[in-house]
């Protein structure tokens, strides 16, 4: 794939390969399943839809790298748009318990403030 980075490989002798990380990846899944269960699920299809598009795009700026900024301009479009009209019904219904809606978010307090005002400000 052109222009694909990709991360370089590890040196063979670096010693990483003996290093244990297994206790850390654990706590790490448990730490994600644990934000994952507080946070509002996306719908089924609507994870299905952007699983769909991923392959698609990527597919696409791969075989067509000329065509592929033109859908992803597309998609922006609609996910500002819909990122707007969400962030001003939250505006509207004078969502002030930010703490509630962070941990549905799984962000942060100021985070999901900022994302709602992000949204507001988009044009």
């Known amino acids: 794939?052109?222009?694909?980075?990709?991360?370089p490989e590890p040196a063979a002798d670096d010693g990483l390969d003996e290093l244990d990380v297994s206790r850390q990846r654990r706590d790490w899944s448990a730490h994600i399943r644990a934000v994952e269960r507080r946070t509002v699920p996306l719908p089924d299809d609507v994870t299905q839809l952007l699983?769909?598009?991923?392959?698609?795009?990527?597919g696409l700026?791969?075989?067509?790298?000329?065509t592929a900024p033109r859908a992803v301009?597309?998609?922006?479009?609609?996910?500002?748009?819909?990122?707007?009209?969400?962030?001003?019904?939250?505006?509207?219904?004078?969502?002030?318990?930010?703490?509630d809606l962070s941990r549905a978010l799984g962000l942060g307090?100021?985070?999901a403030r900022s994302l709602v005002t992000r949204?507001?400000?988009?044009?």
Not at 61 to 66: L, M, Q, R, S, T
Not at 119 to 123: A, E, H, M, T
Request: aromatic share 4%; charged share 40%; hydrophobic share 45%.
């Open 1 to 7: 794939m052109a222009g694909v980075r990709r991360r």
């Open 51 to 58: 699983g769909v598009s991923e392959d698609k795009l990527l």
């Open 61 to 66: 700026a791969e075989d067509a790298p000329a």
């Open 73 to 99: 301009a597309a998609l922006d479009r609609l996910t500002r748009r819909a990122g707007r009209e969400a962030a001003g019904l939250i505006e509207e219904d004078g969502v002030q318990r930010w703490d």
């Open 109 to 111: 307090a100021g985070r």
């Open 119 to 123: 949204y507001l400000l988009l044009r």
